[in-house]
């Protein structure tokens, strides 16, 4: 089941008892924010606060849409009750076949119910919540999908990034120079001196949000893979001051145009490794040229924070699927891979078929070759569910052996992770570092005698009883 927009999904978490609705009113300033960062560390629903202070009836807030994989598995129209397992293949099965997008008329979508041009703008109109103490101001972009285009490659990209408002008619804001952002504007528009035109996107279809999040690589369109997710075309518009196309029927669209000479303070914010590691930076200059949004709009945020939260959920399993994808062109054992999102993508683990510090330094080498972003990379034989981290510790406190297990690999600039919160604030801001390569496998050296019976009750007990055993389960009062 496809979902057209927030709201249809706000409708079928209500039927499986997945969201509250928070009718009592509550401050924009903080208040949201404590509220749902709370509710996260609880594993608590999603929350529509319907009434925020302030503001006129009807202006709402949604946190949550991704925060368990309940919500996950709901949204790609599976059982709330889906195993972990389940949604990684799922959602690995529906990327491999992208869907194609469909542009409707302006007078049809949703998005386009209310239009403030130019000098009406005023960013204050909406409810964009001061989520965290200690940050910088208030951020109208969190759960978001940020559109962007690359003339020279004819290249639209879909990003998650965080905006925060600067004043009523702009916000500032802090693509990465290795962010696909960052890099059509340091290659395309900065150069030039020309403005370079961005639509954030608030209060869409979640899946449109979770591949935001991913890295399908440069040229390759996130709406296509958000349509394999769907099953579904993602209806676009096009945008009133630019040609831009985003989804038809999302709440809030900030249509503007990032300035190449222009910066202003941006930050610091609490981040999604679940710390704040700096203070304010030199941000890039938004000036907001239109806002088009629903009547009664809903701004979709999330608090992030240490994890469990929407953004280490939905990049757990973007980056899992994307990791072995990687590890497998190249060739090598893998049965599975897992991001555990309580990690927050600082720690991956890999299934292998044939272990050996060999193979563990291949895989280490081919997930940093690039970028980083994990710097404890755990890898395990097939006999441990990477899905289940009960096995997984099982399997580094048994079989790690600290001194020849374990693999260092310094990080050159500009690979390592610069949200690291381990890392020094030197090696955060050059982006060096460091990456530990674990390795919880058997020696392929050792003789099969040598390697100790795993007492489980997959391994230890004969096959009949293990039969007999399960057949009668329910007969033991079990």
Known sequence: MAFNGIREFINALEKTGDVVHVKKEVDWDLEAGAISRRNYEMGGPALLFEKVKDYP???????????????????????????????YRVFEEREQSPVKPIIIYGKKAECKENIVLGDDVDLNEFPAP????????????????????????NWTNWGMYRFMIHNEKMLTGYPTPHSHLGMILMNQF???????????VIGTDPLCNMVATAGYGIGRNEVDYAGALRQKPV??????????????????????????????????????????????????????????????PIL????????????????????????KRRLLLHGLPITDVYVPPEGVTHMIVV????????????????????????????????DVDVFDMGQVIHAMASKWHPGRGTIIQTLASPKANTLT??????????????????????????????????????????????????????????
């Not at 910088?136 to 003339?151: I, M, N």
């Not at 941006?266 to 941000?283: H, V």
């Open 57 to 87: 009836e009807g202006y709402r807030l949604f946190n949550g849409s991704l925060g368990t994989f309940r919500r996950v598995a709901i949204s790609l129209g599976l059982s709330p009750d889906a195993d972990v397992r389940e949604i």
């Open 130 to 153: 001061m989520i965290h103490d200690g940050d910088q101001g208030r951020y109208f972009g969190t759960w978001d999908v940020v559109v962007s285009h690359d003339p020279e490659k």
């Open 190 to 200: 900065v150069p030039k001196n020309k403005p370079m035109p961005i639509a954030i």
């Open 235 to 296: 209806e676009l518009v096009k945008c009133e001051t630019s040609d831009l196309l985003v989804p038809a029927h999302s709440e809030i669209v900030i249509e503007g145009e990032i300035l190449p000479n222009r910066t202003a303070l941006e930050g610091p914010f609490g981040e999604y490794p679940g710390y704040r590691t700096e203070g304010a930076k030199a941000g890039t200059l938004c000036k907001v040229n239109a806002i088009t949004f629903r009547s009664n």
């Open 300 to 323: 979709t945020m999330i608090a992030l924070g240490v994890p469990v939260d929407d953004a280490s959920l939905a990049a757990a399993i973007t980056a899992g699927i994307s990791m």
């Open 351 to 382: 299934g292998v078929r044939q272990g050996g510090i060999d193979m563990v330094r291949k895989i280490g080498e081919v997930l940093t070759a690039r970028r980083a972003w994990a710097n404890k990379i755990v890898v395990v034989n097939d």
């Open 421 to 478: 919160p381990g890392y020094s604030m030197e090696e955060r801001r050059n982006a060096k570092g460091a990456a530990a390569f674990i390795d919880c496998t058997w020696p392929l050296d050792w003789p099969e005698e040598h390697i100790p019976v795993k007492s489980s009750f997959k391994e230890i007990y004969p096959k009949e009883i293990q039969e007999k055993v399960t057949a009668s389960w329910g007969t033991y009062g079990l």
